[in-house]
């Protein structure tokens, strides 16, 4: 059986270093700081730079830009500024004592993912870490590679999980069952997700077993 983990919303709440980045574009582009709603909206986009194009009504060119610093700002002073998500580390812990291999395909660039996953000891748990390779990419894209380099199985012995709109497509389009958790940045009370990181492995064992 194997687990592809989306990261942002998923495993690690990063939402405080991504909200501080976002801020500081803004003000190096004389750009409105963003209302707490604003910023939830803009964090739940899958990729930055579509954040800044459709939250702050940016011209591609212009939002493509401000992704590029959002990343270098990011990087240099925000990438930690994160947790994990409340009892995270015990579904990791369980699911690798059930023989469960575990991945993760992220839109987070692929340097940051390595860096941010090494921080907080969870790197040991995933035989591949697939990030992203420039702006361009999707989740789409990620989860393909990262099932190439997995050389796992399409179909029902892979599962994927994740927050958002893009990981629930990005698993349908690759034939793959999908756990999804609504307390991330994208879903929202939906009955059949899970509410908190404990709930996951319940979900986990019933997709095994059905």
């Known amino acids: 059986m194997y687990i592809i983990w989306d990261l942002d919303g998923t495993l690690i709440d990063v939402r405080r270093g991504v909200h501080q980045s976002v801020d500081w574009v803004a003000r190096k582009h004389g750009l409105a700081i963003l209302s707490e709603q604003q910023r939830a909206q803009m ?15 940016l011209k591609d060119e212009d939002a493509t830009v401000c992704a590029q610093e959002f990343r270098e700002a990011y990087s240099r002073y925000y990438l930690y500024d994160a947790e994990l998500y409340p009892r995270i580390l015990d579904v990791l812990v369980f699911l690798k ?8 395909a992220t839109n987070k660039s692929a340097d940051h993912a390595r860096k941010i996953c ?6 040991k748990f995933f035989s591949h870490i697939v990030g992203s390779y420039s702006l361009q990419t999707t989740k789409k894209d ?33 034939g793959i069952p999908f756990i999804g958790v609504n307390y991330g940045y994208g879903f929202r009370d939906i009955k059949e997700f899970a509410n908190s990181p404990e709930q996951i492995p319940n979900l986990v064992l019933y997709k095994i077993n059905h």
């Open 142 to 174: 990620q989860l393909g590679i990262c099932l190439q380099r997995t050389g796992w199985i399409r179909g029902s012995d892979t599962i994927m999980i994740g927050d958002t709109k893009s990981d629930l497509e990005a698993a349908h389009d690759a």
């Open 43 to 57: 964090i739940g986009i899958s990729r930055i730079q579509e954040g800044f194009r459709v939250i702050y009504g």
């Open 118 to 123: 090494n921080f907080f000891h969870i790197d």
């Open 97 to 104: 004592a059930q023989g469960i291999q575990q991945a993760i």
